[in-house]
């Protein structure tokens, strides 16, 4: 039975729109109680399988070269491993020195895989003692509002996590949806007529780019 309700503990994960999950962890920039972190911003949330591995630190120092976009669409990166905090620090200093580039952001260190566990970051088919490669698209209310999994062997795509964010952030902002491969600047979807009333306003709209009644698109 133990057994039983660690491994269904490992296979949880959220949902999209649910709460995000509250933790204290340790982290490279000191404790945080998440549900108290980054107050009013959005937060990206990602986990990597270990450090000092070689698509690990592609990935980190994606996230730290473009740290600044992220900053301007008001949110705040955290990363994660089962690693130790010192084995962090080390990592963060060994790529320091070797690139320059530095992780200025806090990563949990997450040693008895708590969070992991919490999160779903664990696929015991994968690996039952590293973190496959998740992204948690978090609004300012802590409600899950995207999420992204890679296994371990495939490097994320930090031009698709910036755009997803944008497009959430842009989709709450004006009620709108987004087509495919929407990026800023682009067309918008507006919602479909939901009464004949709506029908014939949106018929009579010369403004909106009309593929079909209920398909239309318009500039913001």
């Given at each position: ?124 088919n994968e690996s039952e003692t590293s973190a496959v490669r998740a992204v948690f698209f978090i609004d300012p209310s802590k409600k ?10 495939v490097g994320r795509n930090m031009n698709e996590i910036l755009r997803a964010l944008e497009a959430l952030q842009t989709s709450d ?48």
């Amino acid at each position: 039975m133990e057994n039983s309700l660690e491994l269904q503990q490992v296979n949880s994960m959220p949902r999209i729109g649910d709460q995000a999950p509250d933790f204290e962890a340790v982290t490279t920039k000191g404790k945080i109680k998440f549900s108290d972190f980054a107050k009013d911003k959005w937060v990206v949330m990602f986990s990597h399988p270990a450090d000092f591995t070689p698509v690990c630190t592609t990935e980190m120092s994606g996230f730290a070269t473009r740290k600044a976009e992220f900053d301007a669409l008001n949110t705040e990166l955290l990363g994660l491993s089962i690693d130790s905090i010192h084995a962090h620090l080390g990592w963060v200093q060994n790529v320091r020195e070797n690139t320059g580039v530095y992780f200025d952001f806090p990563i949990i260190a997450d040693i008895d895989m708590k969070v992991s566990k919490l999160y779903g970051m664990l696929q015991p088919n994968e690996s039952e003692t590293s973190a496959v490669r998740a992204v948690f698209f978090i609004d300012p209310s802590k409600k899950i509002r995207l999420m992204m999994y890679y296994p371990l062997n495939v490097g994320r795509n930090m031009n698709e996590i910036l755009r997803a964010l944008e497009a959430l952030q842009t989709s709450d902002e004006y009620k709108v949806a987004m087509p495919l491969d929407w990026k800023k600047g682009d067309k918008v979807i507006v919602g479909a007529p939901k009464t004949l009333d709506e029908l014939n306003t949106r018929l009579a709209d010369d403004s909106l780019e009309k593929v079909d009644w209920y398909l239309a698109k318009k500039n913001l």
